[in-house]
């Protein structure tokens, strides 16, 4: 190698160095109100103040109340899928705010890239295991698991992971009610 690409690529590894080191408190002060001019220069104060959270408690409310479906519920559910995050593809397959498997979006009839849809499909399914095994852990470990584990087992499989899926949604459910 030329002492001149050398030089190139340590200049450039420098540059990442300075980007990725984190923030002095002091320069964070300095930093913030010229980045809240930029960002919010051209728009309404109030539409400045809406957040993606926001956005999505607001979706989430919506598709949980058009189904009759306790809203909490749906927030602790999405929260322990896919924090929130709609383009979340899980090592197993499973799809975007509800964790929707191809498959079970397909018998849903919902698209699950499409948030609201998503939403619906989970929403729909976890009613519908509800319904079926008639108490919420046993509807969460189906959720989960899948609601043959359910049945096999007569209750929440002894799967690690089920079993504390269900312990991290009952908690999102109570730091909700706090």
């Known amino acids: ?10 200049r450039i590894q420098d540059i990442i160095h300075r980007f990725e080191k984190p923030v002095k408190q002091t320069e964070s002060k300095q930093q913030i109100p010229v980045e809240k001019n930029i960002l919010n220069r051209d728009l309404p104060e109030s539409k400045s103040k809406i957040s993606f959270q926001d956005e999505l408690n607001s979706l989430i409310e919506k598709v949980s109340l058009r189904n009759h479906v306790n809203p909490d519920l749906v927030k602790a559910v999405v929260k322990v899928e896919s924090n929130g995050n709609k383009n979340a593809v ?39 295991l509800a319904k079926q095994f008639g108490n919420l852990n046993e509807a969460l470990a189906a959720y989960n698991a899948g609601p043959g584990a359910v049945k096999k087992y007569k209750g929440i499989p002894p799967y690690a992971e089920t079993q504390e899926y269900v312990k991290k949604i009952r908690k999102h459910l109570l730091d909700i009610d706090a």
Request: net charge negative; glycine share 14%; no cysteine.
């Open 90 to 128: 899980s090592s197993k397959g499973a799809i975007g705010l509800m964790q929707l498997m191809p498959g079970t979006a397909k018998l849903l009839g919902v698209n699950p890239n499409d948030p609201e849809q998503n939403l619906e499909g989970g929403i729909r399914y976890l009613k519908d």
């Open 1 to 10: 190698m030329d002492s001149g690409f050398h030089d190139t690529m340590q």
